[in-house]
């Protein structure tokens, strides 16, 4: 599992959220021609198809699971105040901040899809998907890691007869078993010398 880094992809999700609201404020405008001019061509599909590329360029990044959390929260950050503020300040304050959003030089200006409400009804939902995968992340990331200390495996206590205070003997050396006309090492006799009868 990818290490998930949060920080860094809500600097990409707000850069990358900029130049895609850029991108479709521009595009948006030339689509509302064909309804203001009552054009039924399709030479407005380009327009549409660049709608299309910036939102799976941000859908795609929104998925990757290191930088996921981070683009969905910087995304939904960005879109939720640009449209709160839009919403909020007065008209002149709120054109100017708009205009922000559009490419310079412009013949059609105004990025009305600020305006309606559109940014404030999808940003807030994105932004709270976002913190909540944030949360999940970091979560998952400190159980990955395990406790800060490890564990020393405990060893076996052993059981000790005898009084207080004494100390604990050994174990006593467990010999095999013994075969018929062997004799057992712990009560060996000592050597004996030629004449000398055996002790019994």
């Known amino acids: 599992m990818a290490k998930p880094l949060p920080a860094v992809g809500l600097v990409i999700g707000v850069v990358t959220t900029y ?3 850029v991108g479709a404020a521009f595009a948006i405008n030339r689509l509302m021609l064909r309804v203001q001019l ?27 699971p ?4 981070g683009v ?15 919403m909020l300040l007065p008209i002149r304050q709120a054109v100017d901040l708009v205009r922000l959003f559009e490419f310079s030089g412009s013949r059609i200006g105004g990025a009305y899809v600020f305006f309606d ?10 932004l709270l998907v976002g913190i909540r995968r944030w949360a999940q992340d970091a979560k998952l990331a400190k159980l990955s890691q395990g406790p800060g200390y490890p564990q020393q495996p405990q060893q076996p206590q052993q059981q000790w007869g005898g009084y ?13 078993p013994q075969y018929p006309g062997e004799q057992d090492p712990g009560q060996q006799q000592p050597p004996q010398y030629p004449g000398q009868q055996p002790r019994r």
């Open 72 to 86: 969905t929260t910087g995304t939904g950050l960005l879109v939720s105040v640009v449209g709160l503020a839009v």
């Open 19 to 21: 130049v895609g609201m």
């Open 117 to 126: 409400g559109t940014a404030v009804l999808f940003g807030i939902p994105l």
């Open 66 to 69: 290191s930088i996921g959390a």
């Open 164 to 176: 207080p205070g004494q100390q604990p003997q050994p174990p006593q050396q467990q010999y095999p």
């Open 38 to 64: 009552y054009r039924n061509d399709f030479g407005q599909l380009p327009w549409l198809a660049l709608l299309v590329a910036i939102a799976v360029v941000l859908g795609v990044l929104m998925m990757l």
